[in-house]
Each structure stands twice: as structure tokens, then as C-alpha cells.
């Protein structure tokens, strides 16, 4: 990918997990564990974010205290709740991932698993669709409890 490319990627895949930092901020603590499972919506989004920016699907591991329970067929949620605080903590971890790898992406990259086969441009875009589409989930969520909805994000922020 030429250079000019990975800016824009950056720029658009950095603003789009911004706006998911953003919807996490907002959420009021009487609504981060509730029926609608906010919490569990922004770990989802993380941990995929994260996933999908493996140099090995097959050697993945989350950082901890995170595990791959995502992976899990039957759908169990983790052990526990995690805090805004570790959520945070683990999206900005990602967004330096996902940084460093647009900037350093090469032709020949690939994303392979057991479902999938995409280039590293094709799974750049998946990614970036997985965030934008939770992130939109979780400022309705925002706004049907009342809360504010985070602005707009037109570009990534500063590293």
C-alpha cells in the first residue's frame, strides 16, 4: 500500500475507534451493567478490533486480564464484568496496534482463519465496518437511556 493510502486508512480507522472510546466514556455507570449488557458490547468490539489485527489468527491471545472467551461457540460471556477503566485500557492498546499496523502493511499481508481468507486491505475494512456498526449500537443505547451521544469523529486524534 502506498503511503498516502495508509494515511487515509489511519485516519478513518482512528477516528472510527475514537468514537467508540468516546460511546464507552459516555456511558453512565447506572447503565454499564445492565440488561443491555453495554459493557459486553464495547469488550466485543475490542476484542474483535484486536483480533482481526492479528499478524496470526491462529496464535492469537488478548491481553490480559482478557481471554479468548469470545471464541467460545456457545456464546459464554466472560467470567466477569470489566470495568470502563480496563475496556479503555485495552482500546488504546488496540489503536496503537492498529496504527502500527496500517503504517507498516505490506502488499502481501493476509488475514487467514478458519472462516476467512482477506487481504490486509479487505480485513482493514471488515475491522473498521465491525467497530463503526457496534459503536452505532451502543450510542443508541446511549441516547435511549438519556444519556448524551459522543459528537461526531471526523479523523483519528493524536497517537
Given at each position: 500500500m502506498?503511503?498516502t493510502?495508509?494515511?487515509?486508512?489511519w485516519?478513518?480507522f482512528g477516528?472510527?475507534i475514537d468514537m467508540?472510546?468516546?460511546?464507552?466514556?459516555?456511558?453512565?455507570?447506572?447503565s454499564w451493567?445492565?440488561?443491555?449488557?453495554?459493557?459486553?458490547r464495547g469488550?466485543?468490539?475490542i476484542?474483535?478490533?484486536?483480533?482481526?489485527?492479528?499478524?496470526?489468527?491462529?496464535?492469537?491471545?488478548?491481553?490480559?486480564?482478557f481471554?479468548l472467551?469470545e471464541?467460545?461457540?456457545?456464546?459464554v460471556l466472560p467470567?466477569?464484568v470489566?470495568?470502563?477503566?480496563e475496556?479503555?485500557?485495552?482500546l488504546?492498546?488496540?489503536?496503537?496496534?492498529?496504527?502500527s499496523?496500517i503504517?507498516?502493511?505490506?502488499?502481501?499481508?493476509?488475514?487467514v482463519n478458519e472462516?476467512?481468507n482477506y487481504?490486509f486491505f479487505?480485513?482493514?475494512?471488515?475491522?473498521?465496518r465491525?467497530?463503526?456498526?457496534h459503536?452505532?449500537q451502543?450510542?443508541?443505547?446511549?441516547?435511549?437511556?438519556g444519556?448524551d451521544?459522543?459528537?461526531?469523529?471526523?479523523?483519528a486524534?493524536?497517537l
Amino acid at each position: 500500500m502506498n503511503d498516502t493510502l495508509k494515511t487515509t486508512l489511519w485516519q478513518q480507522f482512528g477516528a472510527a475507534i475514537d468514537m467508540l472510546g468516546n460511546a464507552i466514556t459516555a456511558c453512565p455507570d447506572r447503565s454499564w451493567d445492565t440488561d443491555t449488557q453495554f459493557w459486553y458490547r464495547g469488550y466485543h468490539t475490542i476484542f474483535f478490533l484486536d483480533y482481526y489485527l492479528a499478524d496470526d489468527a491462529a496464535t492469537f491471545l488478548p491481553p490480559a486480564p482478557f481471554t479468548l472467551s469470545e471464541m467460545d461457540p456457545a456464546g459464554v460471556l466472560p467470567e466477569r464484568v470489566y470495568s470502563k477503566a480496563e475496556l479503555l485500557t485495552y482500546l488504546k492498546f488496540c489503536r496503537q496496534k492498529c496504527y502500527s499496523r496500517i503504517t507498516t502493511a505490506n502488499d502481501t499481508d493476509r488475514f487467514v482463519n478458519e472462516y476467512r481468507n482477506y487481504s490486509f486491505f479487505e480485513i482493514l475494512l471488515y475491522n473498521m465496518r465491525h467497530v463503526q456498526h457496534h459503536t452505532a449500537q451502543l450510542n443508541m443505547l446511549l441516547r435511549q437511556g438519556g444519556a448524551d451521544v459522543p459528537e461526531w469523529v471526523s479523523q483519528a486524534g493524536e497517537l
